[in-house]
């Protein structure tokens, strides 16, 4: 079972910038799909970037693209998600993810993080 940690979560004003950070443990990285999710209070938990582990291939949903950047760190076995010129509708608890396919469906992801507060102020 892989076990997965997020960090770096906060406070920001509009247009300021955050990292997060995902260690994982307990698993065959090369085999999954580690994704970035949200969920903002009333609403369902989306989306946000995905890497695979392998191959290094990333995705993005379209409100974050050219902002956020997601990458892995293959010795540290952690995946960051570098976040810049953060919005007020980017405040979300974050969730790291892993999973055996490139999704965008949260079904797809079978192990996940407790998630991690970020609140961008405006």
């Known amino acids: 079972q892989v076990q997965l940690v997020e960090s770096g979560g906060g406070l920001v004003q509009t247009g300021g910038s955050l990292s997060l950070s995902c260690a994982a443990s307990g698993g065959t990285f090369s085999r999954y799909t580690m994704g970035w999710f949200r969920q903002a209070p009333g609403k369902e938990r989306e989306f946000v970037a995905a890497?695979?582990?392998?191959?290094?291939?990333?995705y993005y949903t379209n409100s974050v693209k050219g902002r956020f950047t997601v990458s892995r760190d293959n010795a540290k076995n952690t995946v960051s998600l570098q976040m810049d010129s953060l919005k007020p509708e980017d405040t979300a608890v974050y969730f790291c993810a892993a999973g055996g396919l490139t999704s965008t469906d949260p079904k797809a992801y079978n192990s996940w993080g407790q998630g991690t507060q970020v609140t961008v102020s405006s």
């Open positions: 890497i695979n582990w392998s191959s290094g291939r990333t």
